[in-house]
Structure formats: C-alpha cells, structure tokens
Nanobody, 126 residues
Framework: QVQLVESGGGLVQAGGSLRLSCAAS????????MGWFRQAPGKERAFVAA????????VYADSVKGRFTFSRDNAKNTVYLQMNSLKPEDTAVYYC???????????????????WGQGTQVTVSS
C-alpha cells in the first residue's frame, strides 16, 4: 500500500510559477511509475505528466510541454511538478498517482494507477 500526499498548490497570477510536491509513505516508491493528473470543474481527470517505473522516461501532455517539468527523488520518496508560465486554463485540482511496474506505454492512463493522493488546488488568475 502506498499513501500519497500532495502539497504546493495555491493561487497564482498568469505567467507565474508553482512547484507541486507529492510525498509517498508506506513503502519506497522505487519501481513505481508516478504520474500527475488534473481535474478542472466540470471536466474529466486529465493526464499532465508521468515518469515510468525506472525513472528513465517522462512524458508530458501537449498542453504543458515546455512549461511543466516532472522530477522525482527516490531517496525522499517524493515527486515534483514544476509549473512555469502558468495559464488560467491550468486551473484544476492536481493529483499524483502511483502504479508499481507500470510500463512506459501506459503511464498516461489514469485507469492504470491504483494509488492516488487527495489532490491540491491550483488556481491561476488572469
């Protein structure tokens, strides 16, 4: 069992930056694929970025490519999402998720992640 806790959300003006963190407890997340997803009001949960189980490959949604950066620190059992050049359309609840051994081909699929955090709100004002 893996417990995930996100932090770092908040209110920021368009063009600003935020850094989200997701801390895992219960067991080391070495070997877990880790993903970030977001859900805006009235919309389905959407893929943002993810890293495969070995940490060797990262994929980003087209909408955030070049602005967001995924990183992970296995020693701290923590993953991060650095978000720069934020836009109002980035406003959403951001969730991190974990899945043991998930292959690269599936890391953008929310239905492949059994473990989820509670989410952190990101609001970008125009």
């Amino acid at each position: 069992q893996v417990q995930l806790v996100e932090s770092g959300g908040g209110l920021v003006q368009a063009g600003g930056s935020l850094r989200l963190s997701c801390a895992a407890s219960g067991r080391t997340f070495s070997g877990y694929a880790m993903g970030w997803f977001r859900q805006a009001p009235g919309k389905e949960r959407a893929f943002v970025a993810a890293n495969n189980w070995s940490g060797s490959n990262t994929v980003y949604a087209d909408s955030v490519k070049g602005r967001f950066t995924f990183s992970r620190d296995n020693a701290k059992n923590t993953v991060y999402l650095q978000m720069n050049s934020l836009k109002p359309e980035d406003t959403a609840v951001y969730y991190c998720a974990a899945s043991y051994g998930l292959p690269y081909a599936s890391i953008s699929r929310a239905d492949k992640y059994p473990y989820w955090g509670q989410g952190t709100q990101v609001t970008v004002s125009s």
